[in-house]
């Protein structure tokens, strides 16, 4: 059974950084395509980020584009979300999920494998 742990969550003050971390249990996700989205109390899941396996490929939400930054470490099979300039409006549970290769990574069917979520908050 594969696993995807997300760490990193926490509160945090408005202005302020996280990074989080995500890592798949099996080393072969190095090859696959992983993504972050969130959902915030009474919000449905929302696309965040999405890195391609080779790295190559990134994509941003609007909302997060200039403060937020997706990357793969040099573990293949684990991602970061490095988030910047925190607004309380990115307050939410943040999901990682992995996929062999994203056509659509701002759907949430695209992806195969979820992990169970890690809780940020950002105090005004």
């Known amino acids: 059974q594969v696993q995807l742990v997300e760490s990193g969550g926490g509160l945090v003050q408005a202005g302020g950084s996280l990074r989080l971390s995500c890592a798949a249990s099996r080393r072969t996700f190095g090859d696959y395509s992983m993504v972050w989205f969130r959902q915030a109390p009474g919000k449905e899941r929302g696309f965040v980020a999405a890195i391609s396996g080779s790295g190559v490929i990134i994509r941003y939400a609007d909302s997060v584009k200039g403060r937020f930054t997706i990357s793969r470490g040099n573990a293949r099979n684990t991602v970061y979300l490095q988030m910047n300039s925190l607004k309380p409006d990115d307050t939410a549970v943040y999901y990682c999920?992995?996929?062999?290769?994203?056509?659509?990574?701002?759907?949430?069917?695209?992806?195969?494998?979820w992990g169970q979520g890690t809780q940020v908050t950002v105090s005004s």
């Open positions: 999920a992995a996929v062999i290769e994203f056509t659509t990574p701002q759907t949430m069917g695209a992806w195969d494998y």
